[in-house]
């Protein structure tokens, strides 16, 4: 269990793993689950998609997507989390390296995917995203520009104000914390991630 202070900034507890990239353990299989814990606009699916395949992302805007076509479609939300912990529980059933691609800025909307994670006996990580509230609303203008994926405005500001990074560095073994400036690893980086793109 990691601990931060109020306002996300790091205490004596916290242990950076700094880089270079921890190597990977000798004999290990990559297992465990990796969670995006961000905004909207706060980078959360460019981060993943320069580093795992698709297949080993489970994300609410995919599940949307195949559920009734559209990834907008909010009403669809409840089936694509339905969707979306259902491949995640079969994925750690079977000790598969898992990654979350969700907003998960609230406590109960990252504990089922925990008790998946607990349940198997897998590692469990987080990255939180915390760019500016401009940077994000940046990007999502800029994705709305290209025909993305854009969201309301006031949602964006109501979940960037949602974050509270002392919960989650509580609840995950180890947390990344990306923001406009920083990009730093606190926690000990379980065996079973070492080596692995969440370190990259």
Known sequence: ????????????????????????????????????????????????????????????????????????????????????????????RRRKLTVVDATNVEREHRAPILHEARVCLLPVVAVLHMPSLQTCLHRNAQRAAYGGHDVPEEIIRRYHAAIRPAEVAEEFDAVRVITDTTDTIYGTVPTELQGTPWTW
């Open 1 to 92: 269990m990691t601990h931060l202070q109020p306002g996300g900034q790091p205490n004596q507890a916290w242990r950076p793993a700094g880089r270079p990239v921890v190597p990977p353990a000798p004999g290990v299989d990559p297992a465990g689950v990796v969670v995006m814990v961000g905004a909207p606009g706060a980078g959360k699916t460019t981060f993943i998609e320069s580093r795992w395949p698709y297949w080993q992302v489970v994300a609410t805007d995919r599940c949307r997507l195949m559920i009734c076509d559209d990834e907008k479609d909010q009403s669809a939300t409840q089936d694509a989390l339905d969707l979306m912990h259902a491949l995640l529980r079969a994925r750690c």
